[in-house]
């Protein structure tokens, strides 16, 4: 077992910034197929075939959006407490060595 903690600051802050741009995409596609399928309309037909796929695919479909704006929105929160949690840390090394530089004064 490990008898210290080491957190990298800079580390931290290069996955956090994967993180956010990761969630950016999924958002911007998101948006991005959401506005082609609402342009496109309901287009499978009015017949049995296409009111039974309308039945099963709206439901689904909304699902899966929520989801989707869901999974973004928990990136981009991820990226923001990565990046706090970056800040915090360099603070805490810079106090300690602050601490450290003072205390043979």
């Not at 800079?10 to 399928?37: C, N, P, Q, V």
């Not at 287009?43 to 989801?67: E, H, L, Q, R, V």
């Not at 704006?69 to 106090?95: I, W």
Request: glycine residues 10%; charged residues 25%; aromatic residues 6%.
């Amino acid at each position: 077992m490990s008898d210290h903690f080491l957190l990298e600051p800079e580390h931290f802050k290069r996955y956090a910034t994967l993180i956010g741009e990761l969630g950016e995409k999924l958002k911007d596609s998101e948006l991005m197929l959401t506005s082609s399928l609402h342009h496109e309309g309901e287009c499978w037909g009015g017949d049995d075939p296409g009111k039974a796929f309308a039945g099963a695919y709206g439901p689904k479909g909304d699902t899966a959006f929520t989801n989707a704006h869901s999974v973004a929105t928990h990136l981009n929160n991820l990226h923001a407490v990565l990046v706090e949690s970056a800040k915090r840390a360099e603070n805490q090394e810079q106090g300690n060595a602050d601490a450290n530089r003072n205390a043979g004064r």
